[in-house]
Nanobody, 132 residues
């Protein structure tokens, strides 16, 4: 059974930074594309950043380009999201997601940020709150 666990959320002032981390079990980390999504109160979940299985290509939503960096350490099996120059509009629950690969029966979600990759394994989320 695949498990996805996020950490690193918290409360930060506008202009500050946070680094989110995500670990997985039950899948070969280096074989899967991964992404960060977020969901703000009253809004739909949206893709924030994606990274290919090798870590060689990254994609970002326009709202976070130049401020957020997604990276993947396939040796340590950790996905990161470095978030700089945060603003109150970044307040949301942030979710880590993994491409399910050849897993059977997994519902796949896609994002316009990286429509070529589907995501089917999700964490419980970590809250990020940015105060003005």
């Amino acid at each position: 059974q695949v498990q996805v666990v996020e950490s690193g959320g918290g409360l930060v002032q506008a202009g500050g930074y946070l680094r989110l981390s995500c670990t997985t079990s039950g899948l070969i980390f280096g074989d899967h594309g991964m992404a960060w999504f977020r969901q703000a109160p009253g809004k739909e979940r949206e893709g924030v950043a994606c990274i290919t299985w090798t870590g060689g290509t990254t994609y970002y939503a326009d709202a976070v380009k130049g401020r957020f960096t997604i990276s993947k350490d396939n040796r340590k099996n950790i996905l990161y999201l470095q978030m700089d120059n945060l603003n109150p509009e970044d307040t949301a629950i942030y979710y880590c997601a993994a491409d399910p690969g050849s897993s059977v029966g997994v519902v796949v979600t896609r994002t316009p940020v990286c429509p070529m990759i589907g995501f089917g394994h999700w964490g419980q989320g970590t809250q990020v709150t940015v105060s003005s």
